[in-house]
């Protein structure tokens, strides 16, 4: 039986899917009060430089994987307009559910697809950008992920991973404390679930560097493959073209 990681747990491969989906399933109503609270707010602005480095434009078609509640799907409608098309997926039914009603409310319509991100129910050379934020690291098999990305793009269209990383290391000890301490508390707190937050953090932990996610998107057969590091390396943005 194959097994994979669950934060610092080891289980079997099917299972990972499942307890995932129990996280967010848990937290998905209170998912953007505590990305605010967690981040002071500056999750909103990863997610800018995300769209900015995107370099979409006009009458472009993005695949916002993993979209959640819709932070960058509506930042995407923005950019590619009237004669554009956004896409919005996550595999989980509930965060798609707040996602879609968000963008709803803020009089954005885009069309939304429960789907799972190493199987993705599109055509290839269908999207000019495909971009995942904050979901890369719960995927099972990242590695089969990143080849559906590159099937979906066009010759000549970007991928866009917004993930967390590796902090620097002088601030790695008070990084910790915050991440096994206070962050489970906050959870508990506020979404009424400290150990999905636990998991959270020990996912971030076991998730590639830097250096080797970009390995992994180079070996998928990207080119251009580059990364941003932002806040300190807490979190990074890759960014690579399909030719």
Same mark, same amino acid.
């Given at each position: 039986?194959?097994?994979?990681?669950?934060?610092?747990?080891?289980?079997?491969?099917?299972?990972?899917?499942?307890?995932?989906?129990?996280?967010?399933?848990?937290?998905?109503?209170?998912?953007?009060? +505590?990305?605010?609270?967690?981040? =002071?707010? %500056?999750? $909103? #602005?990863?997610?800018?430089?995300?769209?900015?480095?995107? +370099?979409?434009?006009?009458?472009?078609?993005?695949?916002?994987?993993?979209? !959640?509640?819709?932070?960058?799907?509506?930042?995407?409608?923005?950019?590619?307009?009237?004669?554009?098309?956004?896409? &919005?997926?996550?595999?989980?039914?509930?965060?798609?559910?707040?996602? /879609?009603?968000?963008?709803?409310? /803020?009089?954005?319509?885009?069309?939304?697809?429960?789907?799972?991100?190493?199987?993705?129910?599109?055509? @290839?050379?269908?999207?000019?950008?495909?971009?995942? !934020?904050?979901?890369?690291?719960? +995927?099972?098999?990242?590695?089969?992920?990143? *080849?559906?990305?590159?099937?979906?793009? $066009?010759?000549?269209? /970007? %991928?866009?991973?917004?993930?967390?990383?590796?902090?620097?290391?002088?601030?790695?000890?008070?990084?910790?404390? #915050?991440?096994?301490?206070? %962050?489970? $508390?906050?959870?508990?707190?506020?979404? !009424?679930?400290?150990?999905?937050?636990? #998991?959270?953090?020990? @996912?971030?932990?076991?998730?590639?560097?830097?250096?080797?996610?970009?390995?992994?998107?180079?070996? *998928? !057969?990207?080119?251009?493959?580059? #990364?941003?590091?932002? =806040? *300190?390396?807490?979190?990074? &943005?890759?960014?690579?073209?399909?030719?």
């Amino acid at each position: 039986m194959k097994t994979t990681h669950f934060g610092y747990q080891e289980v079997p491969e099917e299972e990972k899917a499942r307890r995932v989906a129990g996280v967010f399933d848990s937290v998905a109503r209170r998912y953007d009060l +505590m990305n605010d609270l967690m981040s =002071a707010g %500056l999750h $909103r #602005y990863w997610k800018r430089i995300t769209a900015q480095y995107s +370099m979409v434009r006009p009458g472009d078609c993005v695949l916002d994987v993993a979209g !959640g509640t819709g932070d960058l799907a509506r930042l995407f409608t923005e950019r590619v307009g009237a004669t554009g098309l956004v896409v &919005l997926t996550d595999i989980n039914r509930n965060m798609l559910g707040v996602g /879609r009603d968000r963008l709803t409310d /803020r009089g954005v319509v885009v069309p939304v697809a429960q789907c799972d991100a190493e199987r993705l129910p599109f055509a @290839s050379g269908t999207f000019d950008c495909v971009t995942v !934020g904050f979901g890369l690291r719960n +995927m099972t098999h990242k590695d089969f992920a990143i *080849a559906e990305f590159r099937r979906v793009l $066009r010759p000549g269209g /970007r %991928l866009l991973v917004l993930e967390f990383s590796r902090v620097w290391r002088p601030l790695a000890r008070i990084y910790d404390v #915050y991440s096994f301490q206070v %962050l489970p $508390r906050l959870g508990q707190a506020v979404a !009424g679930d400290g150990e999905s937050y636990r #998991y959270l953090a020990e @996912s971030i932990r076991v998730h590639p560097d830097q250096e080797t996610l970009r390995l992994m998107i180079e070996r *998928a !057969g990207f080119d251009r493959v580059e #990364y941003l590091n932002l =806040a *300190a390396g807490v979190v990074a &943005l890759h960014r690579a073209v399909k030719y």
